[in-house]
């Protein structure tokens, strides 16, 4: 006779409050374990990087160091989900598993499909609560933002927990880091990882940083003290976004930053209203939102496409973006805008050429924000304006002291700040005590940024019966009526 067990199923929601997974495990009242999984063949998805790896392991780590006193712990294994479930529901009686539901990629609905299938086999209950006023097999946005709204005025879980006396066994799946040296490190450019920096980050901004929220937002530099910075905290459940909401909303600068704060708000409301349209359509992680934009037609150049990759395409502010992504994995919204625009606009490359790019570099990827965003950015959702960002304009009213560009792109630090935005017009008594690499002199496409094939066909397809068909669906769909 196997022993009863009950599992929470850690994935996005790695806190030990506000959790209801969590709290039910304990109202159950039976032995439960905590486990999270390194599954293969999510970790092999074009969308996963080391780095999303390294920031789990620290917040599981943290998480363990807080589980400790009620002898718990999160139990990492390394396998595939339905490998993992097949073998527990061999070796012990699982009566409960719980979890959060998962708005991801398609491979994720594939892996929970198997899940519950086994669970299903072997009679063990799969209970998975709704994630953040995500509303699962939702048909339209009838009543959404009230529902985001009383979910966001709830009440916080207070998860408390029992002491556990539960051993369990070991497995062939068992995790051990020695064998993953790569996670072990964690880059001290990157965001720390765990749920109390989380809390130190938010109480950070309501105390001091939020008051220039507004300001400073499309700024590259002073938006990184004064923007948020939740981001990464949020993709992972570090904290949820109801802890975030009341946090803001109780603080007693509210009243005095109203505005920076009730801007900063409506950013979280978004969040859950991105991630909503990728959990009713996931298809947009491979074809365009609006269905009529797959008769885009792009040049697709290999050396353009392999220079924005690397920060080396000769536009200051576009190479600087990018090298500071892949330095520390954060960046602001306007330049992610920007670097999207510039790689489908100017540079003329179909978005799913760089879509997995950014999303490995984001340490804060989240599939539901990042698709739909990046789509957005490119022109090719057919219901939101195209916006084309002139990324010399960017970088000239944005970073004006150039605090930004010097910071990231040291071969130009010798530049004066008046020029350092056009190097190309740099004359050569400009630079006759001065070196500048070749890319800076000529860029690789020409400065001028004029008005690309690409621009006048996103904007022709307008009038497109498909597209314009398919912006009404979905219309219907994300957007609630008047
Ligand atoms: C191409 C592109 C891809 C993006 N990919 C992601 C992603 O993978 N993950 C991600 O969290 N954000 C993404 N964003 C949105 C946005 O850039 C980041 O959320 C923001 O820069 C994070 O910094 P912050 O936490 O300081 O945000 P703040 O400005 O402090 O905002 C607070 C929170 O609101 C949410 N938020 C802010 N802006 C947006 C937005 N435009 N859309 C939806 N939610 C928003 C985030 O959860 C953020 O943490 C993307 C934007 C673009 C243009």
């Given at each position: 006779m196997h022993e009863n067990l009950n599992i929470v199923w850690l994935k996005?929601?790695?806190?030990?409050?506000?959790h209801d997974p969590l709290f039910e495990a304990e109202q159950l009242g039976e032995n439960y374990i905590i486990v999270y999984l390194f599954e293969p063949l999510q970790m092999k998805h074009?969308?996963?990087s080391l780095r999303h790896q390294q920031f789990i392991y620290h917040s599981v780590k943290a998480l363990n160091k807080t589980l400790k006193i009620h002898n718990r712990e999160v139990h990492i294994f390394h396998t595939n989900a339905d490998t993992f479930f097949e073998y527990l529901t061999t070796t012990y009686n699982i009566k409960n598993v719980l979890s959060y539901q998962e708005s991801g990629t398609n491979n994720s609905w594939i892996r929970d499909k198997k899940v519950a299938k086994i669970l299903k086999d072997k009679k063990a209950k799969w209970i998975e609560f709704e994630n953040q006023?995500?509303?699962?097999?939702?048909?339209?946005?009838?009543g959404w933002d009230k529902y985001w709204f009383t979910y966001a005025n709830s009440t916080i879980i207070r998860n408390v927990y029992s002491f556990n006396n539960f051993k369990l066994l070991k497995s062939p799946f068992d995790f051990y880091i020695n064998d993953f040296p790569f996670i072990k490190k964690y880059p001290l450019e990157f965001q720390p990882a765990g749920e109390q920096f989380a809390h130190k980050y938010l109480n950070s901004f309501v105390k001091d940083?939020?008051?220039?929220y507004n300001r400073n937002i499309s700024q590259p530099e002073k938006s990184r003290y004064s923007?948020?910075?939740?981001s990464t905290y949020l993709a992972w459940g570090n904290i949820s976004v109801r802890q975030v909401f009341q946090t803001v909303k109780k603080s007693s600068n509210y009243k005095i930053h109203k505005r920076a704060f009730d801007s900063f708000l409506s950013r979280i409301k978004w969040r859950s209203h991105f991630i909503q349209k990728f959990e009713v359509e996931c298809s947009y992680e491979h074809t365009c939102?609006?269905?009529?934009?797959?008769q885009m037609k792009y040049t697709n150049n290999d050396i353009f496409l392999s220079k924005w990759l690397k920060g080396q395409t000769g536009f200051p502010m576009v190479d600087a973006s990018m090298r500071c992504l892949i330095n520390n994995g954060w960046l602001n919204f306007r330049m992610r805008a920007m670097l999207v625009s510039f790689l489908c606009?100017?540079?003329?490359?179909?978005?799913k050429r760089g879509v997995y790019h950014l999303a490995k570099l984001f340490?804060?990827?989240e599939p539901g924000i990042h698709f739909t965003q990046f789509q957005m950015q490119a022109g090719v959702t057919g219901i939101n304006s195209i916006r084309v960002y002139n990324p010399v304009k960017q970088s000239i009213d944005k970073d004006p002291d150039a605090m930004f560009l010097k910071k990231w792109i040291p071969e130009l630090s010798s530049i004066d700040n008046a020029l350092i935005h056009e190097?190309?017009?740099?004359?050569e008594i400009d630079l006759i005590d001065k070196i500048i690499p070749e890319i800076y002199k000529?860029?690789?496409?020409?400065?001028?940024l004029a008005r690309t094939e690409v621009i006048k066909k996103l904007w022709d397809l307008r009038k497109n019966e498909l597209v314009k068909k398919e912006s009404k669906r979905l219309l219907s769909i994300h957007v609630r009526s008047k």
């Open positions: 996005r929601d790695l806190r030990t409050f506000d074009p969308d996963y006023a995500v509303i699962r097999g939702s048909k339209n946005r009838k940083r939020g008051k220039d923007c948020g910075r939740l939102i609006n269905l009529g934009y797959e606009h100017h540079l003329e490359q179909d978005w340490l804060d990827y190097p190309w017009k740099l004359t000529q860029p690789i496409i020409s400065a001028k």
